[in-house]
């Protein structure tokens, strides 16, 4: 099986930062990318921020400038740096991985549990 775990969320006043990082475990042939959503109360899951694995970022046009994308591919992991938060940033985090299972060829999207992000005073 595939799993990505998140961490990193947590309680920060507008302003602040956050780093939010996800790891990917369990046995697959390759990560073809991954990157983090997010979903506010009421609204619909939303792209953040993608990262390839080459190495090529694609940012949602609400966090350019503030968030950045990177990843270890040594460590299967992805990681989000948060800058100059904001309170409509407040959003539950969920990392995807973009990953091709062993015997299938084929990549599916995984998805980790959710991080919590509260930017508030």
């Known amino acids: 099986q595939v799993q990505l775990v998140e961490s990193g969320g947590g309680l920060v006043q507008p302003g602040g930062s956050l780093r939010l990082s996800c790891t990917a475990s369990g046995n697959f042939f390759s990560i073809n990318a991954m990157g983090w959503y997010r979903q506010a109360p009421g609204k619909q899951r939303e792209l953040v921020a993608t990262?390839?694995?080459?190495?090529?970022?694609n940012y949602a046009d609400s966090v350019k400038g503030r968030f950045t994308i990177s990843r270890d591919n040594a460590k299967n992991a992805v990681y989000l740096q948060m800058n100059s938060l904001k309170p409509e940033d407040t959003a539950v985090y969920y990392c995807?991985?973009?990953?091709?299972?062993?015997?299938?060829?084929?990549?599916?999207?995984?998805w980790g549990q959710g991080t919590q992000v509260t930017v508030s005073s």
């Open positions: 990262i390839i694995s080459g190495g090529r970022p």
């Open positions: 995807n991985g973009r990953i091709v299972p062993l015997g299938t060829g084929v990549p599916y999207d995984y």
